[in-house]
C-alpha cells in the first residue's frame, strides 16, 4: 500500500491532476459563456445566427424587409430552440418557421376579406404589367377589380394569392366568366 500511496505523489500524476481540473474548468467556463436557453440565447448564439443569416444571398429578395425577416426569424428561432445548434439541427422546424416570418412579413398588415392599401398596390402593379390584360378594353378595370376582390376574399395576402397559381388562376376564369357572359345575357335580354 505504500507504494500505490507514493505512486500517486509522483509528480507526473499531480500534473495529471491539475491537467485534468484546469480541464474540467475550462469545459465549465466555455459552457457557460454559451448559455442559450430555450427564448434567451447567448450574444455567441446570437452572433452566428446573425453570421449565417447574412450568408445567405436569397434574402436580398425580402428588399427592404430583409432585416424585419431576419429579427423575425431570430425571434421564432429563439422561443422554439435551447440554442443555435438545437435550431440548426432541425430542418424542417425551421423551414416551417421561414414561412411563419415570410407570411407575417409580407402580409403588409393583410388579412383575408381585407387587405392593406400595399397590397392592394401591389395587386394593381402587378396586374397593369400584364399586357394580354390590355386585349380587355373597357372592361380591363372591372376585370382587375373582380379579381383582387376575390383574392382578397380568399388570401390573407397579396403574397399568399402570389403563391397559389392554380386557386388564383380559378379566380380569374370566375371573373371572366362573371363580366363575360354576364355582358352577353345583358346584350340577349
Not at 500500500?1 to 500511496?5: A, P
Not at 450574444?43 to 446573425?50: A, G, N
Given at each position: ?5 507514493t ?34 440565447w ?17 434574402l ?130
Open positions: 500500500m505504500t507504494q500505490i500511496s505512486m500517486n505523489n509522483t509528480p507526473m500524476n499531480r500534473f495529471n491532476s491539475i491537467f485534468i481540473l484546469a480541464l474540467v474548468f475550462t469545459s465549465l467556463t466555455l459552457m457557460s459563456c454559451n448559455s442559450s436557453v430555450k427564448g434567451k447567448s450574444e455567441m448564439d446570437k452572433t452566428k445566427f446573425q453570421k449565417d443569416m447574412a450568408g445567405i444571398p436569397e436580398a429578395n425580402f428588399g427592404e424587409d430583409k432585416d424585419k425577416w431576419i429579427a423575425c426569424y431570430l425571434e421564432k428561432c429563439e422561443a422554439t430552440f435551447s440554442s443555435y445548434a438545437s435550431a440548426d439541427s432541425d430542418e424542417a422546424g425551421c423551414e416551417k418557421l421561414a414561412i411563419d416570418c415570410s407570411t407575417e412579413i409580407l402580409s403588409n398588415g393583410s388579412v383575408v376579406g381585407k387587405w392593406s392599401e400595399t397590397d392592394k398596390q401591389k395587386f394593381r402593379d402587378e396586374m397593369n404589367g400584364i399586357r394580354e390584360l390590355d386585349d380587355l378594353g373597357e372592361l380591363k378595370i372591372q376585370w382587375v377589380d373582380c379579381y383582387m376582390k376575390k383574392c382578397e376574399a380568399n388570401y390573407s395576402s397579396f403574397f399568399e394569392a402570389n403563391t397559389d397559381e392554380a386557386g388564383c388562376e380559378k379566380l380569374a376564369l370566375a371573373c371572366s366568366n362573371e363580366l363575360f357572359f354576364e355582358d352577353e345575357n345583358k346584350s340577349t335580354q
